[in-house]
Each structure stands twice: as structure tokens, then as C-alpha cells.
């Protein structure tokens, strides 16, 4: 089962495929719930640095690398 098929950031997309993340476990590893993790990542929403330095720290990528193009 692919968690993420909405999510608009390639890179973010393949490696929260990879480790087998489900939303509950990234939500709860950024800090947010479970509900905005959709709305995060499928590019709905501006985001907050924290917001962003959680991805980023879960997802092990660069700014550049997570966020630098969409689908």
C-alpha cells in the first residue's frame, strides 16, 4: 500500500515510500497530526519551518532535494 500517492515532492514521496512510513508515523515524528500530513505534502498549504525541519529531518534530504520540484 503506497502511503503518500497525493504528495506533489517527488523525493519526499520515494523515500517515506522506501521506510515504509505511514502517515500516523510522520505526523507523529514532525509534530503534527495525522489529518495535515495530506495537507502538507500534497502542496495545499504554505509551511512553517518546523513543519519543514521535521520533513526534512525524517526524510534525511536537503531543502533542495525535498522540496526543489513537483509532480
Known amino acids: ?3 503518500f500517492p497525493y504528495c506533489v515532492y517527488p523525493a519526499l514521496k520515494k523515500v517515506f515510500c522506501e521506510r ?3 502517515r500516523r508515523q510522520l ?3 514532525v509534530g503534527i497530526s495525522k489529518s495535515n500530513i495530506w495537507w502538507w ?3 495545499n498549504n504554505q509551511h512553517t519551518i518546523d513543519v519543514i525541519k ?3 529531518r525524517e526524510s534525511g ?3 533542495e ?3 526543489g520540484g513537483s509532480e
Do not use: H, P, V
Request: aromatic fraction near 14%; charged fraction near 15%.
Open 1 to 3: 500500500m503506497i502511503e
Open 20 to 22: 515504509q512510513y505511514t
Open 27 to 29: 505526523a507523529d515524528a
Open 41 to 43: 505534502l500534497s502542496g
Open 54 to 56: 521535521g520533513i526534512l
Open 61 to 63: 534530504l536537503t531543502f
Open 65 to 67: 532535494e525535498a522540496f
